[in-house]
């Protein structure tokens, strides 16, 4: 029965082949937006959390404190308020799995004829922990290695690349500020943060180097900065307080007196711009949605044209022992098929447009199994709501009056 119906229905359409087409075409734009609006928009979100991921979990950024001079106020950091001693102490909090303190600058770096300016950070082992980074080429340097102030570094991929190109930096020599110093290690690629900086374009050494050595302190054993995890995300507002006033008795801050020190929750901040591309992707796929509004209303208006064209035919169905709900199920029928017809065509589109869209404009773009499922299940659901009413109205049509129709 069902599959004489859908012959049937195949009938009806290649009767009428522009209108059909015309009518599916509606169908064809809303679901083949859909689908692209929802990659683009589910790829912007796997972009944001890969930068997530990269950054580390659980982190937190303690910054030394700012400073007064001249009745200017300077901004955090200013002022070095935090002490390799101070990361050692919160390292003993019970809520902290792992702390690394940081001494950053920018050098120019030399190796043979080539040479490269980046970022150099005094740090400690600890900090590949923290940022959950992984060595890609040799090995890390080692706490004896701060404790001996030794001249060795870890590499990013993009310094690797330009001053060695495809040479095994391991075991090489480059000079940073006219100092010699042991590449023993490359550091695992973790692309772009979250601001669009370059992560890979970085060097790690040791704290006690970069103190002594490298930038020199005003105050000794003073870094710019301490990173911080927390053992779990449960745990985060807890860590938070107790770092807190930990850094104020350790500073002898009087109560009610201001920090000299912020304490910032970088995963809350990294969430926020995660839930900031969730919300832009179903904004992307609701805007999409209103294209299928627009194929449904065009498939509710020509099935009413069709029944009225139909009426004699009806009225010749009913009058033979046709029911009410043989023609309630083929008008159904025949505006499901437009729908799933059109929705097949648009899927294709849509897809192909997402793969278009990485191509040229280099987006990232993530199409999922649900995302085509749905996009179906939502044409099935159109061609049902907006073809109902026609099809009812061919149900209800009195075999006399039908036949009287001209």
Wanted: glycine letters at 10%; one cysteine or more; proline letters at 3%.
């Amino acid at each position: 029965m069902i599959l004489q119906m859908l012959v049937e229905a195949w009938r009806a359409m290649g009767a009428n082949r522009l209108r059909t087409f015309l009518t599916m075409l509606g169908m064809v734009i809303g679901v083949g937006a859909v689908v692209m609006m929802l990659a683009i928009g589910q790829g912007a979100q796997y972009s944001v959390d890969q930068s997530i991921s990269s950054m580390g979990s659980n982190l937190f950024i303690i910054l030394s404190g700012s400073s007064t001079s001249g009745g200017l106020r300077m901004g955090s950091g200013a002022t070095p308020t935090l002490t390799v001693a101070d990361s050692q102490a919160i390292a003993e909090l019970p809520e902290i799995s792992a702390v690394a303190p940081a001494v950053p600058g920018v050098a120019q770096i030399v190796y043979g004829s080539n040479n490269w300016s980046t970022s150099v950070y005094g740090t400690t082992p600890a900090y590949l922990t923290v940022r959950n980074w992984t060595i890609a080429e040799g090995y890390p340097f080692t706490d004896s290695d701060v404790r001996s102030a030794t001249r060795v570094a870890l590499i990013g991929k993009t310094v690797a690349q330009n001053l060695f190109g495809e040479e095994d930096p391991v075991n090489k020599t480059i000079r940073i500020k006219q100092s010699p110093y042991l590449v023993v290690g490359v550091l695992g690629a973790k692309g772009q943060s979250l601001d669009g900086r370059d992560q890979d374009d970085t060097i790690l050494i040791p704290v006690t180097t970069a103190q002594r050595k490298l930038f020199g302190t005003q105050f000794q054993g003073t870094v710019r900065f301490i990173m911080a995890q927390a053992a779990s995300s449960d745990r985060m507002k807890v860590a938070e307080r107790d770092m807190t006033d930990l850094l104020r008795q350790r500073h002898h801050i009087q109560e009610g007196a201001e920090n000299d020190f912020s304490v910032r929750n970088l995963t809350a901040l990294a969430n926020t711009a995660a839930q900031a591309t969730r919300v832009m992707s179903i904004m992307l796929g609701a805007i999409a949605s209103i294209s299928l509004l627009v194929g449904g209303i065009g498939i509710m208006n020509i099935m009413l044209v069709s029944v009225t064209e139909r009426t004699r035919e009806i009225g010749i169905r009913v009058a033979i022992g046709a029911r009410q709900r043989d023609i309630l199920t083929q008008f159904l029928m025949e505006a499901i098929f437009i729908s799933i017809s059109g929705c097949t065509i648009g899927v294709l589109i849509g897809v192909g447009g997402a793969f278009l869209v990485n191509r040229l404009a280099e987006i990232a773009v993530v199409i999922t199994v649900a995302s085509i499922v749905m996009a179906f299940l939502v044409a099935a659901g159109v061609g049902v709501f907006f073809g109902y009413y026609p099809a009812r109205k061919a149900a209800r049509l009195k075999p006399i009056e039908a036949l009287r129709y001209q």
